[in-house]
Nanobody, 115 residues
């Protein structure tokens, strides 16, 4: 069983930066595709960025050029560096690990961007 713990959320002014981290325990972290999702109040959860076991990355259009996903297999962590934050980035951000039928989620971390 894999457990995920996110950290790094908080309150930031528009234009600021935050770095989210997700620490995984259990499982073979290097084998997982890791993703960051977010869910704003009243909206569906949406994929923000992902990075495969081979370090191929994907970004939602809203994240391109502002967010960077990275992973450290030695430390079993995946991070999301966010810059030029906008009020519309306000959401709960979730870490997700997938491999085959395995699908694990963290508890989420709140990011609030004030205008």
């Amino acid at each position: 069983q894999v457990q995920l713990v996110e950290s790094g959320g908080g309150l930031v002014q528009a234009g600021g930066s935050l770095r989210l981290s997700c620490a995984a325990s259990g499982g073979i972290f290097s084998a997982y595709t890791t993703r960051w999702y977010r869910q704003a109040p009243g909206k569906q959860r949406e994929l923000v960025a992902s990075i495969t076991s081979g370090s191929n990355t994907f970004y939602a259009d809203s994240a391109k050029g502002r967010f960077t996903i990275s992973r450290d297999n030695a430390k079993n962590t995946v991070s999301l560096e966010m810059s030029s934050l906008k009020p519309e980035d306000t959401a709960v951000y979730y870490c997700n690990l997938v491999h085959g039928f395995a699908d694990y989620w963290g508890q989420g971390t709140q990011v609030t961007v004030s205008s």
